[in-house]
């Protein structure tokens, strides 16, 4: 028995140390953290003991998890705001802590991006029909998670400006 005993304290070890290197090389949210415990094979009240150490120690935080993700995906990736909530809220993330990691974004730099993107795809779209234009500019912004209304008020001022 005591064999036994002496394995499952060491099985433990082993997978904490793995799962405190696991969080420490990027940040990951509980889900994340469950799904490797499940594949390491830990047991259901290892995997409970497990993810209190790392809460304790602090390798896992969802609210700073949300932060680094969403300034990631926005300055990385160019996602809106509706695509980030999304993804945090796939990944069962608190609202509270969504909200906080949308307020990493700057409001102007946000609108800055946006206007960018556009005005990127704008350029490589060809010059045929300008409604047509108009409608692939709201849906290739909105697929990348921005909001509709502030879509089409920088649309409308582009069509503007190529009157």
Known sequence: MHKRNQKMADNYREILAKLQHY???RERCLQE????????GAE???????????NKENFINEKRYAEV????????NKWGKHKIT?????????????????????????????KSL?????????????????AKLVAYATTKGY?????????KNIGKDKR
């Open 86 to 114: 999304a993804e945090l809220r796939k990944k069962d993330i608190p609202e509270q802590f969504i909200k906080s990691g949308l307020n990493e974004i700057d409001d102007n730099e946000y609108i800055s991006t946006l």
């Open 69 to 76: 993700f969403a300034r990631g995906k926005f300055n990385i």
């Open 44 to 54: 259901q009240m290892m995997m409970a003991k497990i993810i209190d150490q790392l």
């Open 147 to 155: 909001e509709s209304e502030l879509v089409w008020g920088i649309v």
């Open 23 to 25: 969080c420490a090389y």
């Open 118 to 134: 556009i005005k990127k795809k704008s350029d490589s779209l060809h010059k045929s029909d300008i409604s047509n234009q108009f």
């Open 33 to 40: 953290v469950i799904v490797k415990l499940k594949e390491s």
